[in-house]
Structure formats: structure tokens, C-alpha cells
């Protein structure tokens, strides 16, 4: 204890230290969010069926409702799904606030919205900057030094 006593500004200086590298670690790095759910599939055998099994008598409703829960559950693994999903998110566009040093990734409203246009070459992997002059005006600028060209309706990249 008297060694430790004898060092005691050194231990207090590292305290410090490791508080405020802890504080700024919160501060700067994003925050990660994890979600949950529970699904209820209807067994009832009245949505999506495979089909009645023609083969097996007495255990049919049995066999049914297995092939419903596990027609349920394909469809919620499948891609189209996910696609959609992602889609209506709109996780192809990401809006940040924020200064350089508090830059936080946000999902919600702004006072603007940005569109692909599915149709023409679009510019992805860059970050473009809105300033809000007024109303009625903005700045519009875009500050990278690399960054990818595709036409989604034709499949190409440049």
C-alpha cells in the first residue's frame, strides 16, 4: 500500500487519462443498435400451403401445418423479401450531421430526400454536402477522391 501511496499522482494522472480516452471513445465512435422480433406464422393451413399430401392419411393436418411453417419460414429467408425490405429503408442513400469530429450516421426526416433514378449512371461510395443557405437555397458539394459510376438498368460500372 505505501508503494502505491508513493505513486499516488501517477495513478491519479492515469485515471485521468484512461477516463478521458474513454470519454472521447463514447463521444466519436458510432453507436451500434441491435433489434429484435418475434414472429407468429399462422399454422391454421390457410395461407401460403404447399399443398395437401395425397400419401398419407390420418396425419395430413400434421404434415400440412409443417409444410405451411416451413414454406412461412423460406419465405421470410428469401431474397426478394430482404431486397424489398432494404428498398423501403432506403439504406442506398445515408444522410450523416454533424461536425468532422461528432459526424453521426442519422435516419429520419430531413428537409430534403434524395432519389436514385434507376434509369441513368449514378455516382455511389462518394459523400455529397448539403449546406442549407435558406428556404429556398443550398450549397450542394462533394469532397472525394475516389468513388464508383454505375447504371443500375443496364448492370454496368465504370
Same mark, same amino acid.
Given at each position: 500500500?505505501?508503494?502505491?501511496?508513493e505513486k499516488?499522482?501517477?495513478f491519479a494522472?492515469?485515471?485521468?487519462?484512461c477516463?478521458?480516452?474513454?470519454?472521447?471513445?463514447?463521444?466519436?465512435? *458510432?453507436p +451500434?443498435?441491435a433489434?429484435?422480433?418475434? +414472429?407468429?406464422?399462422?399454422s391454421s393451413?390457410?395461407?401460403?400451403? #404447399?399443398?395437401?399430401?395425397?400419401? $398419407?392419411?390420418?396425419? @395430413?393436418?400434421?404434415?400440412d401445418m409443417?409444410k405451411?411453417l416451413?414454406?412461412?419460414m423460406?419465405?421470410?429467408?428469401?431474397?426478394s +423479401?430482404?431486397e424489398?425490405t432494404?428498398?423501403? +429503408?432506403?439504406?442506398q @442513400?445515408s444522410?450523416?450531421?454533424?461536425k468532422w469530429?461528432?459526424e453521426?450516421?442519422?435516419?429520419g426526416y430531413f *428537409?430534403f430526400? $434524395?432519389e436514385?433514378?434507376?434509369?441513368?449512371?449514378?455516382?455511389?461510395n462518394?459523400?455529397f454536402? @448539403?449546406e442549407l #443557405?435558406?428556404?429556398q437555397?443550398y450549397? #450542394?458539394?462533394?469532397?472525394t477522391?475516389?468513388?464508383?459510376?454505375?447504371n *443500375?438498368?443496364t448492370?454496368?460500372a465504370?
Amino acid at each position: 500500500m505505501k508503494k502505491i501511496w508513493e505513486k499516488k499522482f501517477l495513478f491519479a494522472a492515469s485515471v485521468v487519462l484512461c477516463v478521458g480516452i474513454a470519454y472521447a471513445y463514447a463521444k466519436i465512435v *458510432p453507436p +451500434l443498435y441491435a433489434v429484435k422480433t418475434t +414472429l407468429l406464422i399462422d399454422s391454421s393451413g390457410s395461407s401460403r400451403k #404447399l399443398g395437401d399430401s395425397k400419401y $398419407v392419411e390420418g396425419g @395430413v393436418g400434421l404434415i400440412d401445418m409443417e409444410k405451411n411453417l416451413s414454406n412461412e419460414m423460406g419465405i421470410l429467408k428469401s431474397y426478394s +423479401l430482404m431486397e424489398k425490405t432494404v428498398r423501403d +429503408l432506403d439504406f442506398q @442513400v445515408s444522410y450523416y450531421a454533424g461536425k468532422w469530429y461528432k459526424e453521426r450516421e442519422a435516419y429520419g426526416y430531413f *428537409p430534403f430526400e $434524395v432519389e436514385l433514378i434507376d434509369t441513368s449512371a449514378q455516382m455511389f461510395n462518394a459523400r455529397f454536402y @448539403v449546406e442549407l #443557405l435558406s428556404d429556398q437555397r443550398y450549397r #450542394l458539394s462533394v469532397k472525394t477522391k475516389e468513388f464508383d459510376v454505375s447504371n *443500375p438498368a443496364t448492370n454496368t460500372a465504370r
